[in-house]
């Protein structure tokens, strides 16, 4: 069954919905660095920091699946002045998790940010305790460059933090 997965900005109907993905099944935070405490957002906040970068659509952008939101894609400047950015995604509703919807809204976000910022490089940084998120770099044709072992502890148990890059040249031969 072929679907359509697309990456794009938010829109402002699409609050309530959006909001009750994020927090309702809260699932998707043991993936996304759990060992960072996380506090699920009252609407309001969700509203005026999130939702609104979502909907302006340079930093986060949701993905949809035959047009319903089921996660959504970002970046970050590790450091902006050395135009260092990092990458990120996240499926948050369970149903849709190992269905090769990541790779996909990875592959356009990954290519729009090549397309429409001065960078050579985009990162994205996991941690063992995510082995999906780790096959999904590789796949994408990121190299591993670096493994800081036992950084991460998380339930009484040490992981290491995993950090991939791709250059603008190595993605302009996989894209």
């Known amino acids: 069954m072929r679907r359509d997965i697309c990456i794009r900005p938010a829109q ?13 099944n809260e699932e998707w935070t043991k993936f996304n660095g759990p060992y960072f405490a996380y506090t699920p957002p009252l609407l309001d ?3 005026t920091g999130t939702f609104e970068r979502l909907c ?7 993905i949809t699946v035959d047009d319903v939101v089921v996660g959504s894609v970002n970046c970050y400047w590790e450091c ?15 149903a849709y998790w190992g269905q090769g919807i990541a790779p996909v809204a ?27 998120m780790m096959a999904c770099a590789s796949k994408l044709g990121f190299k591993q460059e ?26 302009q031969q996989h894209d």
Do not use: C
């Open 80 to 94: 902006e002045s050395t135009r260092w950015l990092e990458a990120g995604v996240v499926i948050y509703d369970t």
């Open 106 to 132: 990875l592959t356009q976000w990954i290519s729009h940010l090549f397309s429409t910022r001065e960078i050579e490089r985009v990162g994205m940084t996991t941690w063992s305790g995510n082995p999906r």
């Open 12 to 24: 402002s109907t699409e609050l309530h919905f959006v909001y009750q993905l994020v927090t309702e």
């Open 45 to 47: 906040d969700f509203a």
């Open 146 to 171: 670096a493994r800081l072992r036992k950084v991460r502890f998380y339930q009484g148990e040490y992981y290491d933090s995993v950090k991939y890059g791709v250059l603008r040249s190595e993605w």
């Open 56 to 62: 302006k659509g340079l930093d986060m952008q949701v």
